[in-house]
C-alpha cells in the first residue's frame, strides 16, 4: 500500500511538471520577449529661449513653469549651460567659486549674443539659476541663464514685460540709459531721473568698464580707481582732453554690480558724465572741449 501511494505521489508530480510545459494558445513560450521595455530616468532639465513668471536661484522641477513670451513674464532664459571637470564635483557652487565665475562668463556672452549688446548699458540684469541641492546630488549639472528688465538704474528688480528680449539693443532701444537728471539729498545721489537728452539734465551714460579681478572688499576701499577709470570713459566719449582740466568740465558717477554679482564674476561698472554746476541741453557725445567746456 505505502509502495501505491508513493509511486501515486511521484506519477502526480510528474503530470504538474508535464502540464506546466504545455504551452498555452497563441504564445511563444517566451515571458519575457513581448513585455514593453520601461525606459531610463530622464533628468530634469529646464527650457531654453523660455519665458519665465517667477525668478527664482533654485529651479524646481515640481515647481517648474513657462509662459508664452507675448504674455507678461518676469524673466527669459536664454541659455542652460553645463557645468564641467571639476566644477561638476563636490558640493553646487557657491558665489565666489570659480565654477559660478565660468558659468557667468558663458551666460554674459550668450546675454550679448541674443540682446545685440552690452546688458549693462541698458535696464536689463542677468541672473544665474541653479539645480536644487537634492537634484545636484542625483547628478544635476546644469545652469540657467536668465535675463529680465528692470525699472532703472537704481532700481534693478526686475519688472513685468511682454515680448522677447532678442535683439533687444539693436538699434534705437527704448531700455538703453541716456541721460539724467539726477536729484539730491544734501551732497547725497538719491536718485536717477531719466530724461530724454533734449531736456535739461545734469548726467549722461557714457559707458562701462571692466574692472580687474579683486574682492568685493578692495572694489569697495578703492572708489578712487573707479572714478579714474569712469573718466577716461568720460573724456572719450566727449572728445576732450584726458588731462588736468578734465575734473572742471565734468565729474564722474558710477554703478558697480551688486555684491552678489560681484562675487559671481560680474566685474562690469556702469559710468555717467556728471555736470554738477550747469544743466545740459543736449548729448555730450563727441562735443569737443567747446562743448563740455572747462568751468
Known amino acids: 500500500m505505502r509502495r501505491w501511494l508513493a509511486a501515486l505521489a511521484l506519477a502526480s508530480v510528474a503530470a504538474m511538471v508535464l502540464s506546466g510545459c504545455v504551452r498555452p494558445g497563441g504564445t511563444d513560450g517566451d515571458l519575457t520577449d513581448d513585455w514593453q521595455t520601461l525606459r531610463a530616468p530622464t533628468m530634469f532639465v529646464p527650457a531654453t529661449d523660455a519665458c519665465l513668471p517667477r525668478i527664482t536661484a533654485v529651479v524646481q522641477a515640481s515647481t517648474y513653469e513657462t509662459v508664452d513670451c507675448a504674455r507678461n513674464h518676469l524673466a527669459e532664459a536664454i541659455h542652460v549651460g553645463t557645468f564641467t571637470d571639476a566644477a561638476a564635483e563636490g558640493e553646487r557652487p557657491e558665489p565666489g567659486s570659480a565654477a559660478l565665475r565660468t558659468a557667468r562668463a558663458e551666460c554674459d556672452q550668450r546675454a550679448r549674443l541674443v540682446l545685440g549688446g552690452d546688458w549693462h548699458t541698458a535696464r536689463l540684469t542677468l541672473n544665474i539659476s541653479l539645480p536644487s541641492a537634492p537634484a545636484w546630488r542625483g547628478g544635476a549639472r546644469w545652469f540657467r541663464c536668465d535675463l529680465s528688465?528692470?525699472?532703472?538704474?537704481?532700481?534693478?528688480?526686475?519688472?513685468?514685460?511682454?515680448?522677447?528680449?532678442?535683439?533687444?539693443?539693436?538699434?534705437?532701444?527704448?531700455?538703453?540709459?541716456?541721460?539724467?537728471?539726477?536729484?539730491?539729498?544734501?551732497?547725497?545721489?538719491?536718485?536717477?531721473?531719466?530724461?530724454?537728452?533734449?531736456?535739461?539734465?545734469?548726467?549722461?551714460?557714457?559707458?562701462?568698464?571692466?574692472?580687474?579681478?579683486?574682492?568685493?572688499?578692495?572694489?569697495?576701499?578703492?572708489?578712487?580707481?573707479?572714478?579714474?577709470?569712469?573718466?577716461?570713459?568720460?573724456?572719450?566719449?566727449?572728445?576732450?582732453?584726458n588731462n588736468a582740466d578734465l575734473p572742471y568740465r565734468a565729474g564722474s558717477i558710477f554703478y558697480p554690480p551688486s555684491q552678489r554679482e560681484w562675487e559671481e564674476g560680474d566685474r562690469g561698472v556702469r559710468c555717467i558724465l556728471w555736470s554738477d554746476d550747469r544743466k545740459l541741453t543736449g548729448s555730450m557725445r563727441g562735443v569737443g572741449p567747446q562743448g563740455l567746456p572747462v568751468t
Request: overall charge negative; aromatic content about 8%; some cysteine.
Open 149 to 241: 528688465e528692470t525699472d532703472s538704474i537704481d532700481n534693478t528688480r526686475p519688472v513685468n514685460r511682454t515680448g522677447s528680449l532678442r535683439g533687444a539693443l539693436i538699434g534705437d532701444s527704448p531700455l538703453v540709459h541716456r541721460c539724467f537728471d539726477p536729484k539730491l539729498i544734501g551732497d547725497s545721489l538719491n536718485y536717477m531721473a531719466p530724461v530724454l537728452c533734449t531736456e535739461p539734465h545734469g548726467a549722461e551714460f557714457v559707458g562701462v568698464y571692466v574692472e580687474q579681478d579683486m574682492s568685493w572688499e578692495q572694489f569697495v576701499r578703492s572708489a578712487g580707481q573707479a572714478h579714474k577709470r569712469c573718466m577716461e570713459l568720460i573724456a572719450a566719449f566727449a572728445d576732450v582732453p
